[in-house]
């Protein structure tokens, strides 16, 4: 009778073990995936405000100064939409892991309850024989 706990016991431990693999995974995988977007973002920003710098220190004249104030209200507004493009992909790609998540709990879940209603139905049909 121990050994049959004893073997339940460590096929639930390693179930569990594979189950807390495959999470980890998963957030470790949507983690790189958020940073591989946050920085492509700052990347551009950087280099757009780079640009905008280098433009603004080569005006001389105010028709170049009202260049410049047109350029740099385009800049804040692309750099605003692609805050918001990098916001939505983020949105979805944690939407994304917490289905893969939900499904591994319920997949962890179903696997633990067939665990314990296959010796309660062998211990019903074992009474029910005698």
Not at 26 to 50: D, F, N, Y
């Amino acid at each position: 009778m121990t050994q049959q706990i004893n073997s339940q016991v460590f096929a639930y431990t390693k179930q569990l073990a594979d189950s807390a693999f495959k999470a980890q995974s998963l957030v470790l995988k949507s983690l790189e995936k958020l940073a591989e977007l946050q920085l492509g973002a700052l990347e551009k920003q950087g280099q757009a405000t780079t640009h905008f710098i280098s433009e603004a220190l080569e005006t001389r004249d105010a028709d170049g100064l009202r260049t410049l104030w047109e350029k740099g209200a385009s800049l804040n507004r692309e750099n605003a939409e692609r805050a918001v493009a990098v916001t939505q992909e983020i949105i979805a790609v944690t939407q994304k892991t917490a289905e893969s998540l939900n499904a591994l709990v319920q997949e962890q879940q179903q696997a633990a309850n067939e665990a314990v209603a296959a010796p309660v139905a062998a211990v019903k049909k074992a009474a029910a024989a005698k």
